[in-house]
């Protein structure tokens, strides 16, 4: 299967999800997920989008202990801004919360962790993303913790690999940490 094909099949997954069964499955990734970021300042996050993992209350949670970046796409870049409440975000085109104009850029080397969104994943921590490219851009050179989180059913056994593919160090699921 091609990754076209994999992140489709993946999409009607996530969506069939039940309500009760996703809110389930996402309270246990945000535990753990809080006592992952514990020790780390500067952190990275995902505005939840589109049936994935619900971060909001990792985000709002760490709002006033951390320095909490989201990013916000620009042309074929993606960047990372400080938050500190839903009143620095507006919705894109996409219908994705981003940073306001007026957020403070942080440079990669400032972020001690970031955490990854992915469509599926396999057990070398490679990923599929919406097929944008944004993050595997950012991570090219990035020399900090990449943290991906999906749910286990998320988990294939292969990913086809390409020369611009990064992976992560970790992933994170309800089940296991990789």
Same mark, same amino acid.
């Given at each position: ?10 999409k ?7 309500q009760?069964?996703k809110k389930?499955l996402?309270?246990?990734i ?6 992952e970021?514990?020790?780390f300042?500067?952190i ?7 049936h994935e993992v619900?971060?909001?209350?990792v ?7 951390? @320095?909490? /970046?989201l990013?916000r796409?620009? !042309?074929?870049?993606?960047? &990372?801004y400080?938050?500190q409440?839903?009143e620095d975000l ?16 942080v ?20 990923r ?5 490219g ?5 991570? @090219?050179? /990035?020399n900090?913790?990449?943290? !991906?989180?999906?749910y286990? &059913?998320?988990a ?10 990064v ?12």
């Open positions: 299967m091609d990754k076209k094909a994999i992140a489709d099949a993946m009607l997954k996530r969506a069939s999800l039940l009760d069964e389930a996402d309270h246990t945000q535990k753990h997920l809080m006592f970021l514990e020790p300042d500067s990275a996050l995902f505005a939840s989008f589109n619900n971060l909001w209350p985000i709002e949670g760490l709002w006033k202990q951390k @320095k909490i /970046y990013p796409v620009n !042309g074929k870049t993606m960047d &990372f400080r938050v409440s839903r507006r919705e894109s085109s996409f219908g994705i919360l981003e940073p306001k104009e007026y957020c403070e850029i440079c990669k080397t400032c972020i001690d962790i970031i955490v990854v969104p992915m469509l599926a994943f396999d057990l070398n921590l490679y599929i993303g919406y097929g944008g944004y993050y595997d851009r950012f991570l @090219k050179d /990035y900090g913790y990449a943290l !991906g989180i999906a286990s &059913f998320q294939i056994d292969y990913i086809p690999i390409e020369s611009h593919d992976k992560c160090d970790n992933i994170m699921t309800e089940k296991e940490k990789l």
